[in-house]
């Protein structure tokens, strides 16, 4: 018998993705994709359910196609695309409660594979150069989608505990950037005037796309449990990353960046939250290593070349 | 230049300008040199590594800021390079003096531009150095990070050349009276750090640097309202202004000395407090006995 994969948050970019993605692959059966809107493009091979994952609803729909993997998606990064910070703190927290509260309902669950992203660990000067899955952060965030990266881990914690039975795996992202994907990242690095804190110079990290979606299909094919720092290899210095835009850098001092950022953010330009001030001052880097040798996968892109595919498609944009 | 105009090359190309034809070639090769990499710069086009740490920044740029003080100013003698390993990872422990981090970058340009294989000395910083605006930064660049068992045993696991001054703050903020007299080492967390990972300690005495601003008092109040660990007044700080910032041109010695080796001790030697306690104590004794024959051996302060 095949497998029955569940993927949320398949209207967004990465999660249709990684859905088209497992319908192709012959051990998997069947691929049941869910979100509140329709997707965006056909999704061909797939079964779409219209369902919000905060309503109980997704409990029926779990048991009665006797889903044996649950593929999480759904925590979303960008409150202007989900409709507002409120909004998207209900998707990403309640909507995971509820997600979690289901499959520990259905005996059927044998693997859950969650997006987490690498802001659980916070960013600032204190921070070890490089983190391991098992530091603990030394700046905890406070807000947006850090903190609801940390109140989705602790639930998915809790969900691993209550039935040891599942194979849980928590991929935490670094940056995701390519030619598909919008995130705050590729919307700050595409500003014709890049703002940045006077006298910081962030260590950015950044994974291409199609091998963040690699991960998650190996996290569901093979089934990996634990906790695992997903990124491209090496670094690049903010400063540096601004200069192979090829745009202009204006540094304010941070007491005038964080106003700054706000009203940008709320004239609906970007989407600037104290978290990624602070990450846009301290920078992150993650150890990989763990990931790399447990999923047996060198991401295809480092971290420079996944910026620069990622620069690749605006110069075909503009043109 | 007598002989520019005998050079065909450029006397026969029309393009070239003419003051650019005159110059010497090899000038001319340094110039487009410097063009290229003044280009390549600014177009983001270099590596760092996972650090922060910008090679080509700090050997072309930092570094050649602070050549001229440690050749003219310092007139720095560097000694027992032959201690340091050409590839693999050491931890130079060192003593520290001298109000601001001086020393440090001192040794720092001493084991990059006197070592035969040219080493990259990366140091352990304080948490109030990243937390400062362009401190932070050009620390991070330098190939410097905080000091943190993690970055300490990832630094020395990689075989970098890793520094660390125990001492602290307690060292470069202390009283002119007490010069070359060793402080408290910390806690010893990096000869644990040398245990776990097996790399020899170089103890490093700094001589000289006591005395290029010589600390007669801590304004204690005006640091606690800056958030400083100590505020220096110094014969010609503040009471000149700016003019303070010049450090006395007081003639240096770093020796770098024998190896500590701890490749002997069992895997679990870290965890042992006694063991830490008494390496730490070896470390620091070597140190001050290098000091006072240093001392011995210099005749003048400004020799």
Not at chain 1, 76 to 94: C, D, H, L, S, Y
Not at chain 1, 112 to 129: M, R, T
Not at chain 2, 16 to 31: K, Q, T
Not at chain 2, 185 to 213: C, D, H, M, S
Request: aromatic share 8%.
């Amino acid at each position: 018998m095949g497998r029955i994969v569940l993927v949320t948050g398949v209207s967004r970019y990465l999660g249709g993705q990684i859905a088209r993605i497992l319908a192709k692959d012959p051990s998997i059966d069947q691929v049941i994709g869910i979100d509140v809107v329709p997707p965006k493009v056909k999704l061909s091979q797939m079964e779409f359910v219209r369902a919000d994952i905060r309503n109980p609803v997704i409990a029926k729909v779990l048991g009665e196609a006797g889903v044996d993997t649950v593929v999480h998606m759904g925590v979303i990064a960008t409150p202007r695309q989900a409709g507002g910070r409120a909004t998207m703190k209900e998707i990403n927290v309640i909507g995971t409660m509820q997600l979690l509260a289901a499959c520990q309902r259905t005996p059927s669950i044998k693997a859950l594979v969650v997006k987490s992203s690498a802001s659980v660990y916070g960013s600032g000067p204190k921070d070890p150069a490089m983190f391991t899955e098992e530091m603990q952060p030394r700046h905890t965030p406070r807000s947006g989608w850090a903190k609801d990266s940390v109140e989705v881990e602790g639930f998915v914690r809790g969900f691993a505990r209550r039935r040891p039975d599942v194979a849980v795996t928590t991929l935490r992202f670094a940056n995701i950037i390519g030619p598909g994907i919008d995130t705050a990242m590729t919307t700050y690095f595409s500003l014709p005037v890049i703002p940045t804190v006077l006298g910081f110079d962030a260590r950015l990290q950044f994974i291409h796309e199609d091998d963040g979606l690699e991960f998650v299909k190996r996290a569901v094919l093979g089934s990996y449990a634990g906790t695992f720092n997903v990124a491209g290899n090496g670094t690049l210095m903010l400063s540096q990353a601004i200069r192979r835009t090829g745009h202009k850098r204006v540094s304010l001092p941070e007491f005038l960046f964080t106003p700054f950022g706000r009203s940008i953010s709320s004239a609906g330009l970007i989407d600037f939250t104290t978290e990624q001030v602070r990450y846009l001052t301290f920078g992150r880097v993650l150890d990989t290593s763990l990931a790399q040798t447990t999923f047996g996968h060198t991401p295809m892109y480092s971290t420079p070349q996944a910026f620069a595919s990622f620069l690749a498609r605006r110069e075909v944009s503009v043109a | 230049m007598p002989n520019a105009k005998i050079i065909p090359i450029h006397g026969d190309d029309p393009i070239v300008p003419r003051l650019v034809a005159d110059l010497e070639p090899d000038v001319m090769a340094r110039l487009m040199e410097f063009w290229e990499f003044v280009q390549r710069r600014l177009a983001g086009d270099y590596s760092v590594d996972d650090f922060g740490f910008d090679p080509e920044f700090n050997d072309k740029i930092l570094m050649a800021l602070v050549r001229p003080l440690y050749k003219s100013w310092f007139r720095v003698e560097a000694s027992g390079l032959e201690n340091i390993p050409d590839e693999t990872g050491a931890l130079v422990v060192a003593n520290h003096s001298g109000v601001i981090a001086l020393d440090a970058v001192m040794t720092q340009l001493a084991l990059l531009d006197e070592h035969p294989a040219h080493r990259h000395l990366r140091m352990l910083g304080s948490d109030l150095v990243f937390q400062s605006p362009f401190l932070g930064e050009i620390a991070r660049k330098a190939g410097h990070t905080l000091a943190c068992h993690p970055d300490a045993e990832r630094l020395l696991g990689d075989g970098e050349i890793v520094g660390v001054w125990p001492e602290g703050y307690k060292g470069i903020g202390k009283p002119f009276a007490e010069r070359y007299k060793l402080q408290r080492f910390g806690r010893g967390g990096f000869v644990a750090a040398a245990l776990r990972t097996k790399t020899p300690i170089i103890p490093t005495a700094i001589v000289g640097a006591e005395e290029t601003y010589p600390m007669i008092a801590n304004a204690t109040v005006v640091a606690r309202l800056l958030g400083l660990p100590y505020f220096p007044i110094t014969p010609t700080f503040p009471l000149l202004g700016p003019l303070g910032f010049i450090p006395l041109p007081s003639k240096w010695f770093i020796h770098f000395g024998e190896p500590i080796h701890t490749d002997q001790f069992p895997d679990n030697a870290a965890d042992d407090p006694m063991l830490v306690f008494d390496l730490t104590d070896q470390v620091r004794e070597r140190i001050q006995q290098t000091l006072y024959r240093l001392l011995m051996q210099r005749t003048s302060v400004f020799g």
